[in-house]
């Protein structure tokens, strides 16, 4: 079993740059593919990216690509998410995510732990 929790969302200004924190429990943590997910007011949840456990790869959504960052620190069994270049349209609450499997999902239903999410509101 897996708890995920979510740090560090704010309000922070277009062009500015933030990092989420999520803090899993457990020592499973650096077996678990985790990712992360976005949902804007009235919008899906949307998948941001995603980082494998087994080889460190990871995977971003177009939308994100050359502005976020996602890594992980298995010792202190914490995800990041940096986001850059920050957009109006980046403003959403964002979640962590973890799943079993090596291979980084972008569907929602395919991960198995979630957090509890993070407002990010990005003023322009």
């Known amino acids: 079993q897996v708890h995920l929790a979510e740090f560090g969302g704010t309000t922070v200004q277009a062009g500015g740059s933030l990092r989420l924190s999520c803090a899993a429990s457990g020592r499973t943590f650096s077996t678990k593919t985790m990712a992360w997910f976005r949902q804007a007011p009235g919008k899906e949840r949307e998948f941001v990216g995603g980082q494998s456990y087994s080889d460190g790869s990871t995977y971003l959504a177009d939308s994100v690509k050359g502005r976020f960052t996602i890594s992980r620190d298995n010792v202190r069994n914490t995800g990041y998410l940096q986001m850059d270049s920050l957009k109006s349209e980046d403003t959403a609450v964002y979640y962590c995510?973890?799943?079993?499997?090596?291979?980084?999902?972008?569907?929602?239903?395919?991960?198995?732990?979630w957090g509890q999410g993070t407002q990010v509101t990005v003023s322009s």
């Open positions: 995510a973890a799943r079993d499997g090596r291979w980084i999902a972008r569907r929602q239903d395919d991960y198995e732990y």
